[in-house]
Nanobody, 124 residues
């Protein structure tokens, strides 16, 4: 069965950087678009970034555009989220999601599998 495991979260000062990783297993990784979402306490799960199966197409939420970069290494079945210029409002649990199709998606309901999440805390 498909399994996703996130890593790389932690505590960082505003303006700092973190790099999240999501290791995938099961299925055909290169046939699956991947996404990053985040969820703060009391909030709904929020789209952050998505990348197509080939890695040629990406999409970002306006709130992270220019600061975050999503990428993937299909040889390693891994997707990454490089987060720069972090702000306190970026604080959340970050989740990796996997679609059943190739194309990027911005809605949580478009993703079929989820990791356990990794905590990102940005202090001011």
């Amino acid at each position: 069965q498909v399994q996703l495991v996130e890593s790389g979260g932690g505590l960082v000062q505003a303006g700092g950087s973190l790099r999240l990783s999501c290791a995938a297993s099961g299925g055909s990784f290169s046939s699956s678009a991947m996404g990053w979402f985040r969820q703060a306490p009391g909030k709904e799960r929020e789209f952050v970034a998505s990348i197509s199966g080939s890695g040629l197409t990406t999409k970002y939420a306006d709130s992270v555009k220019g600061r975050f970069t999503i990428s993937r290494d299909n040889a390693k079945n891994t997707v990454y989220l490089q987060m720069n210029s972090l702000k306190p409002e970026d604080t959340a649990v970050y989740y990796c999601g996997r679609r059943a199709i190739l194309y990027v998606g911005v809605r949580p309901t478009e993703y079929n599998y989820w990791g356990q999440g990794t905590q990102v805390t940005v202090s001011s």
